[in-house]
């Protein structure tokens, strides 16, 4: 289906993966964006499988492995220009230092200062303990190991009160400034005795440029925490994004999808016409690719069927799709009294679209048109940025070959 015409319904790392793919392999590629989901809220950490889960780590190392020499997301990270891959040590807002398989470039990489003094920004900011954060990072076992120092050193960056207590977005926003970042850089470069490196929060600009000049003001790593969700990891992603749309050509339309469906040999996105101003009321696409987001990210819900008396889990738009949970196709499920949660509150992130087709694929058109899913709404994937875009990239070169 090379030149064909490729619809790819959400924005986020799947759906960026997947329009990356399907425009490498020729296609043309509308992506339809509508609210913020998970990637908006991301950490800056990359990972493949849940950070803090020990399950299988012979098959888990292999797996890293294998994706880590994938040329194909190797090529997407250069382009995106904001996934630094590689296995990592970073320091968390919350105080713990935790593996990686890569990050937001501006994430501190810990692992590379094994035995060092690492300064943490004392700033007086009212979301932000510089003595305990460092007191937190100094026990863990990386640093006990290592002999890796955190001490607090004082930095002036707080021009007024206000900076005190505004979101961490916008006082990261203050220092893409060069006068703003020219002081800072003066600040540290008189600090440099007293570290090897400094950790901020996350508050080191929104471009990638910025921590840049500013590692090469001081002469020595600078860098910072994780973001907490909706902070600044994530809105670097999509200020990326949407340069990398550019580049490649990529339509991005604004609205919210109500139905795929089958049209001939194509298929036919339709928009919800309430929240959906000014789009169209219909695309047609000879593929499609879903990635609307799990439970978290509104792409699944939870509804109530007032004919069979049961709640259950149901996609937020229709289409020729089944919903799975562990394996099983979701027919119904709960009860008069509500939706079951026997499985715990993981089966939020286990229910999705089932795919059993290659490439993630769904549903195939009557002719050759194609459906595939990627991300957060397939079933049974786990709800990491690194294994969205896996699917992503996948499902976009999938819909998208001859």
């Given at each position: 289906m090379?030149?064909?015409?490729?619809?790819?319904?959400?924005a986020?790392v799947a759906?960026t993966?997947?329009a990356?793919?399907?425009?490498?392999?020729?296609?043309?590629?509308?992506?339809?964006?509508d609210?913020?989901?998970?990637s908006?809220?991301?950490?800056?950490?990359?990972d493949?499988?849940?950070w803090d889960?020990h399950?299988?780590p012979?098959?888990?190392?292999?797996?890293?492995?294998?994706l880590l020499?994938?040329?194909t997301?190797?090529?997407?990270a250069?382009?995106?220009?904001?996934?630094?891959?590689?296995?990592s040590?970073?320091?968390?807002?919350?105080?713990?230092?935790?593996?990686?398989?890569?990050?937001?470039?501006?994430l501190?990489?810990l692992?590379?200062l094994?035995?060092?003094r690492?300064?943490v920004f004392?700033?007086?900011?009212?979301d932000w303990?510089?003595?305990?954060?460092?007191?937190?990072?100094?026990?863990s076992s990386?640093a006990e190991?290592?002999?890796?120092?955190?001490v607090?050193?004082?930095?002036?960056?707080?021009?007024?009160g206000?900076?005190?207590?505004?979101?961490?977005?916008d006082f990261?926003?203050?220092?893409?400034?060069?006068?703003?970042l020219?002081a800072?850089?003066?600040?540290?470069?008189?600090?440099?005795?007293?570290?090897?490196a400094?950790?901020?929060?996350?508050?080191?600009?929104?471009?990638?440029a910025t921590?840049?000049?500013?590692?090469?003001?001081?002469?020595?790593?600078?860098g910072?925490?994780?973001?907490?969700?909706?902070?600044?990891?994530g809105?670097?992603f999509e200020?990326?994004?949407?340069?990398?749309?550019?580049?490649?050509?990529?339509e991005?339309r604004?609205?919210?999808?109500?139905?795929?469906?089958?049209?001939?040999?194509?298929?036919?996105?339709?928009?919800d016409?309430e929240?959906?101003l000014?789009?169209?009321?219909?695309?047609e696409a000879?593929?499609?690719?879903?990635?609307?987001?799990g439970?978290?990210?509104?792409?699944i819900a939870l509804?109530?069927?007032?004919?069979?008396?049961?709640?259950?889990?149901?996609?937020?738009?229709?289409?020729?799709?089944e919903?799975?949970?562990d394996?099983?196709?979701l027919?119904?499920?709960?009860?008069l009294?509500?939706?079951?949660?026997g499985?715990g509150?993981?089966?939020?992130?286990?229910v999705?679209?089932?795919?059993?087709g290659?490439?993630?694929?769904v549903?195939?058109?009557?002719?050759?048109?194609?459906?595939?899913?990627?991300?957060?709404c397939?079933a049974?994937r786990?709800?990491?940025?690194?294994?969205a875009?896996?699917?992503?990239?996948?499902?976009?070169?999938a819909?998208a070959?001859?």
């Amino acid at each position: 289906m090379a030149g064909s015409q490729v619809v790819v319904i959400g924005a986020g790392v799947a759906g960026t993966a997947a329009a990356f793919a399907a425009t490498r392999a020729g296609a043309r590629v509308s992506v339809i964006a509508d609210r913020a989901g998970a990637s908006a809220l991301y950490s800056g950490a990359l990972d493949l499988f849940p950070w803090d889960s020990h399950a299988a780590p012979e098959a888990r190392a292999a797996a890293e492995d294998a994706l880590l020499a994938d040329a194909t997301l190797v090529s997407f990270a250069a382009e995106l220009g904001v996934f630094r891959l590689g296995r990592s040590l970073l320091a968390t807002r919350e105080g713990v230092v935790r593996r990686a398989l890569g990050s937001d470039p501006a994430l501190l990489e810990l692992g590379a200062l094994a035995g060092k003094r690492v300064g943490v920004f004392d700033v007086e900011r009212d979301d932000w303990d510089a003595e305990l954060l460092a007191k937190s990072f100094a026990a863990s076992s990386f640093a006990e190991r290592t002999r890796t120092a955190f001490v607090p050193v004082p930095v002036k960056m707080l021009r007024n009160g206000p900076e005190r207590r505004i979101a961490a977005y916008d006082f990261a926003a203050l220092h893409d400034n060069p006068t703003r970042l020219a002081a800072l850089a003066d600040a540290l470069s008189a600090a440099r005795t007293s570290a090897d490196a400094f950790l901020s929060g996350p508050w080191l600009g929104l471009e990638p440029a910025t921590l840049s000049a500013l590692t090469a003001a001081v002469g020595v790593p600078v860098g910072e925490t994780t973001s907490k969700l909706g902070g600044v990891a994530g809105a670097r992603f999509e200020r990326a994004r949407d340069r990398l749309f550019e580049r490649l050509g990529v339509e991005v339309r604004s609205g919210r999808v109500a139905s795929v469906s089958p049209l001939g040999e194509r298929f036919a996105v339709a928009f919800d016409e309430e929240l959906s101003l000014g789009a169209p009321r219909e695309l047609e696409a000879d593929a499609v690719v879903l990635a609307v987001g799990g439970v978290g990210a509104g792409g699944i819900a939870l509804s109530w069927d007032p004919e069979r008396g049961r709640s259950g889990f149901e996609l937020t738009l229709q289409a020729p799709v089944e919903l799975a949970l562990d394996g099983e196709i979701l027919t119904s499920f709960g009860s008069l009294h509500g939706t079951s949660l026997g499985g715990g509150f993981g089966t939020l992130e286990r229910v999705g679209i089932a795919a059993g087709g290659a490439g993630n694929l769904v549903a195939t058109g009557p002719g050759s048109g194609r459906l595939a899913a990627a991300g957060d709404c397939l079933a049974g994937r786990p709800r990491t940025v690194l294994q969205a875009v896996q699917d992503g990239l996948v499902a976009g070169a999938a819909v998208a070959r001859d």
